[in-house]
């Protein structure tokens, strides 16, 4: 799955890495919903660096449409809760 965050690149992350990237997101989702800005904190930048980690950098000369757009690493709780959907981050 191509994985885009906004102000970095696109990541090509593995499928068998979206469950866990669905358990951080979940934890995301949670800290908005009770506005724990330090849970949140902990939970998105795990969210980020397991993308950054566990998916392989796509060349930023190649075009390559993105199935999940994540917003940037300085996000705070209120920019993303205007983001999240039913689903979360991550649908699925």
């Known amino acids: 799955m191509i994985v885009r965050i906004m102000g970095e690149g696109q990541f090509d992350v593995p499928d068998d890495a979206v469950d866990a990237l669905n358990v951080l997101d979940a934890e995301v989702e949670a800290a908005v919903e009770t506005g724990d800005d330090m849970a949140f904190a902990t939970a998105f930048s795990q969210l ?3 993308v950054r980690s566990h998916g392989e950098r796509v060349a930023d000369d190649a075009l390559v449409d ?3 757009v994540l917003p940037p690493s300085d996000s705070t ?4 809760e205007r983001l999240l959907g039913d689903e979360g981050l991550i649908p699925g």
């Open 48 to 50: 980020l660096e397991r």
């Open 66 to 68: 993105s199935a999940l």
């Open 77 to 80: 709780a209120a920019d993303v």
